[in-house]
């Protein structure tokens, strides 16, 4: 009986803390932000040619299965990636108004269309241009490169 009580009374501390907001849950959050790292974060380099997205692409486990078509780099620190998410909302591909846009330098990678994974093979662009990323959570967290 003591134990159903404390259940209880640990139900009710929990509900009133999510109510206050003072507790978030995750939903994931937090995996797809580090999904969100693994694919498109690399703050220690300035910009990439073809062997650098050949190489990362591999490592960050892009080519396992089959080659992914597109991807970019943002090379910023974290910081600096955060604060997109501090930018005012506007509308993503989805059609979620949860994405952010600001500036950054990149490297994209378009997969070459030769090439048979794991062995994928790329070109790159390297740039500074307009990023747009959806984020989610309290504080906002990037989750998802939408453009």
């Not at 969100?36 to 974060?41: E, G, P, T």
């Not at 990439?48 to 089959?66: A, E």
């Not at 506007?90 to 070459?112: F, P, Q, S, W, Y």
């Amino acid at each position: 009986m003591a134990l159903q009580t404390t259940h209880a009374l640990l139900l009710l501390l929990l509900l009133t803390l999510l109510g206050l907001g003072l507790v978030q849950p995750s939903y994931g959050q937090d995996r797809m932000y580090q999904r969100f790292l693994r694919q498109h974060v690399d703050p220690d380099v300035t910009g990439g040619n073809d062997g650098y997205c050949n190489l990362v692409m591999q490592r960050r486990k892009m080519t396992s299965h089959q080659c992914k078509h597109f991807n970019t780099f943002i090379h910023e620190d974290l910081g600096s990636i955060h604060s997109i998410c501090r930018t005012a909302n506007i509308l993503c591909k989805n059609g979620r108004m949860n994405c952010h846009e600001g500036v950054a330098k990149v490297t994209d990678c378009r997969e070459t269309g030769s090439s048979r994974a794991p062995n994928c093979r790329y070109r790159a662009k390297a740039s500074t241009r307009r990023v747009v990323i959806a984020c989610e959570g309290n504080p906002e967290v990037p989750v998802h490169f939408d453009k």
